[in-house]
């Protein structure tokens, strides 16, 4: 309980006629992209706890903040630098009580001097008291920002999503990925008639006598977008799950109160099969301690740790499962316990998210449901850009699909994480994803914290795991926006020659399988050869001769070659009968083999091409 907290925001937010600063109108474009490198004043500091108090005012759709930041020396530094929109009046700065009146904001970088340098180990604690009208979101969750909306029965409903802008949008923060802090506390104020379900534990919540109530939590070092503000006539639903691993996790869901009762039931009682396939699939529930929150919100979803935004309208859609809920579940081991060191990093948080989905389906309701939910995604692919760059990146650049990979994030960083898994096998791949979560193969509730990882700390990872040197995988699949080429020589009916274009040779027809195993054998890539027939469009595939109503010119077939660019749903289709030699010669574990090699694909799927899903859009 912290029943000051009213009392320091009515307080301090009164507007100090010495130290008040002219507000910007505008958020910069600073302001509104995130992950710009950090200054060497912001790498000089740890940050160690962010106590957050907010007072929500519906009327007005602004806000009055008081941040309280501290920090720890970690090198000399005579300043602390920190990010905050300077659309937001600041009304009052100190250091450790101390009034500062010579720091500066130009254009969203806030800069505190502090009064005397601080050495490595010294600590200090900046408080900064501002109020302002919040950038509002265009189009929640992607053009991000506030949103100020009502429920259906005309009360205020307030939802924050700030991922590709950035936490500096509504808190004084580090706007990078590696600016969490190890602790956020949060005060929130709002009308009594209102609820304010956040991040973390939840420390009470106190009447302030004036018409408003004061919601108070605690997290541990959340995601910095992952700090989220929801406010709404709220329905707390609650159940406790006991864990897999022993533990119980208490399970909560903030439905709005004009909500279907049955619908938010039944999407209540999903909650524990989902905890279940991640805790069987991934591993333990990293924030078992606080709880598996969810919170009803006017736009689609965001992973907000422990708060997960769910906006999906309890809507089904024939997978047998919210795939925003389970997609956004998935955040809270990729992305808010794993988290990208880099926004160039991305497809950890989001390649591996979107993976959940083809495997849950599967988990639920066998491999054909998990097949129909890949193929859609292979349908999307863009390949446009690398999926990583291998250089730092801001958000914007990376989820623009004019300047970054943008849904190849998710799909196909997903399809990678298939093929990659057909290829080492479970064991080595489960094992992947468990060191790259938790650092370690064996976690248990407990025995990990939240941490950071690049690409290349992956790679390691997967190498270490399989005892060999898969850089040609990832730098094939990761690093270049083309697909590799799969190049098929057919002589009559018979497939004379398989190969995959990028670094390996592979072979298929009588002796596929064994040549099949050497070929992924850890060469590294050539580069991509030239000369040889490609494929760029879908359409000019599916223009060519269907290969299935072949077999009557199969005289006129001498060493007739396909090349498959990106290894298309007709070459699904007719690969069953166009490499006979491989169906029956193979044993089920060689066939893995054969899928492996046909990067993001594999031979049984593709009979049938499910619908592409309108306008569904991951967040
Ligand atoms: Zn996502």
């Known amino acids: 309980m912290r029943p000051l907290v009213a009392l320091c925001l009515t307080t301090a937010l009164l507007p100090s006629p010495v130290l008040a600063q002219e507000a910007a109108r505008e958020t910069t474009a600073f302001t509104l992209s995130s992950g710009a490198p950090r200054t060497a004043e912001q790498l000089a500091l740890r940050f160690d706890k962010a106590d957050l108090s907010f007072r929500l005012l519906p009327e007005s759709q602004s806000l009055e903040g008081v941040a309280v930041l501290d920090f720890t020396a970690t090198a000399p530094t005579s300043a602390v630098v920190v990010e905050l929109d300077a659309v937001f009046a600041i009304a009052a700065i100190t250091v450790d009580g101390q009034a500062v009146a010579d720091w500066s904001n130009p254009g969203g970088r806030l800069t505190i001097p502090m009064p005397h340098p601080l050495t490595a180990g010294e600590s200090v604690s900046v408080r900064i008291a501002y ?282 960083g997903a399809l990678i994480a298939h093929t990659l898994r057909l290829h080492i096998g479970d064991d080595a791949f489960y094992e992947s994803l468990r060191r790259l979560v938790y650092g370690r193969p064996d976690p248990q509730p407990g025995n990990f914290r939240p941490r950071y990882a690049t690409t290349p700390d992956y790679v390691a990872i997967v190498n270490e795991v399989t005892g060999r040197d898969m850089g040609w995988f990832f730098d094939a699949y990761l690093y270049q926006a083309t697909l590799p080429d799969l190049v098929m020589t057919r002589q009559g009916r018979r497939v004379a020659h398989v190969q995959r274009v990028m670094p390996v040779r592979i072979h298929a027809g009588l002796a596929a399988a064994a040549d099949l195993v050497k070929a992924d054998g850890g060469e590294r890539p050539h580069q991509r050869e030239t000369g040889h027939q490609r494929i760029d469009e879908i359409d000019r595939v599916r223009a060519r001769r269907p290969l299935g109503q072949d077999q009557a010119d199969d005289r006129i077939d001498q060493a ?60």
């Open 131 to 412: 109020a302002g009208r919040p950038h509002q979101a265009k189009r929640a969750p992607w053009d991000g920002g506030f949103v100020w909306t009502t429920t259906p029965d005309g009360q205020p409903w307030i939802a924050s999503a700030v991922q590709g802008e950035g936490c500096d949008l509504f808190w004084p923060c580090v706007d990078h990925p590696q600016g969490e802090p190890e602790q956020v506390d949060l005060h929130i104020t709002v009308p009594s008639t209102l609820s304010a379900p956040a991040n973390g534990r939840f420390l009470g919540k106190s009447d302030n006598g004036d018409g408003t109530t004061t919601w108070n939590w605690t997290a541990r070092q959340p995601d910095t977008y992952a700090i989220s503000l929801n406010v709404g006539p709220y329905v707390e639903m609650a159940a406790d799950y006991r864990s897999r691993f022993g533990n119980v996790i208490p399970l909560r869901f903030w439905r709005l109160a004009s909500a279907d009762p049955a619908k938010a039931q039944a999407l209540f009682d999903e909650f524990p099969q989902m905890l279940d396939f991640y805790e069987a699939t991934v591993g333990p529930f990293p924030f078992g301690d606080e709880k598996m929150g969810v919170v009803e919100t006017p736009h689609l979803g965001m992973e907000h740790q422990t708060i997960n935004a769910y906006g999906n309208g309890y809507k089904l859609d024939g997978k047998g499962y919210d795939w925003l809920l389970q997609h956004e579940l998935a955040h809270e081991w990729f992305g808010n316990q794993l988290t990208n060191a880099d926004w160039d990093d991305m497809w950890l948080h989001e390649g591996f998210g979107t993976y959940m989905q083809p495997l849950y389906a599967r988990w639920l309701n066998g491999e054909r449901a998990m097949q129909a939910e890949l193929q859609t995604m292979r349908l999307a692919l863009a390949n446009r850009f690398p999926v990583v760059s291998g250089k730092p990146q801001d958000a914007g650049t990376v989820y623009d699909d004019k300047t970054g990979p943008a849904l190849d994030l998710y799909y196909k």
């Open 560 to 619: 007739k070659e396909h090349v498959v660019r990106g290894l298309r749903p007709e070459i699904l289709r007719a690969e069953p009968e166009r490499i006979p030699q491989i169906r029956r010669g193979n044993t089920p574990h060689r066939r893995l083999r054969v899928q492996a090699a046909c990067i993001c694909h594999d031979m049984k799927a593709g009979h049938n091409r499910p619908p592409v899903a309108a306008g569904r859009s991951p967040a």
